[in-house]
């Protein structure tokens, strides 16, 4: 199992600038990819952006492209999402989520892939 914890979160203005940090202990060499999703109120889980472990470059949400940047440092099992130019519709609930293996046949975006996730983290934009 690998345990997932989320942090940096909060509420910003539109066209502001958010971190968000995910932690990843346990069984981390078995990760196969990792990867951010949201769920806004009345929504479906959207992945937003998924990188495999060990190599190849990150997949983004159409809707987020240009303005977020996932980066992973495997040394310390981290994975940090860098989001700027905040829009009012990116408010949702943010998950951390790893790929244990096992969907190897679904998109790496798909939330049916991941196998573990965090308890999540909220991000509010105003306008």
């Known amino acids: 199992q690998v345990q997932l914890v989320e942090s940096g979160g909060g509420s910003v203005q539109a066209g502001g600038s958010l971190r968000l940090s995910c932690a990843a202990s346990g069984y981390t060499s078995d990760l196969k990819l990792i990867g951010w999703f949201r769920q806004a109120p009345t929504k479906g889980r959207e992945g937003v952006s998924t990188i495999y472990i060990g190599g190849g470059g990150a997949v983004y949400a159409d809707t987020v492209k240009s303005r977020f940047t996932l980066s992973q440092d495997n040394a310390k099992n981290t994975m940090n999402l860098q989001m700027n130019s905040l829009k009012p519709e990116d408010t949702a609930m943010y998950y951390c989520?790893?790929?244990?293996?096992?969907?190897?046949?679904?998109?790496?975006?798909?939330?049916?892939?991941?196998?573990?996730w965090g308890q999540g983290t909220q991000v509010t934009v105003s306008s």
């Open positions: 989520a790893a790929d244990l293996g096992g969907g190897d046949w679904l998109l790496p975006t798909d939330p049916r892939r991941f196998n573990s």
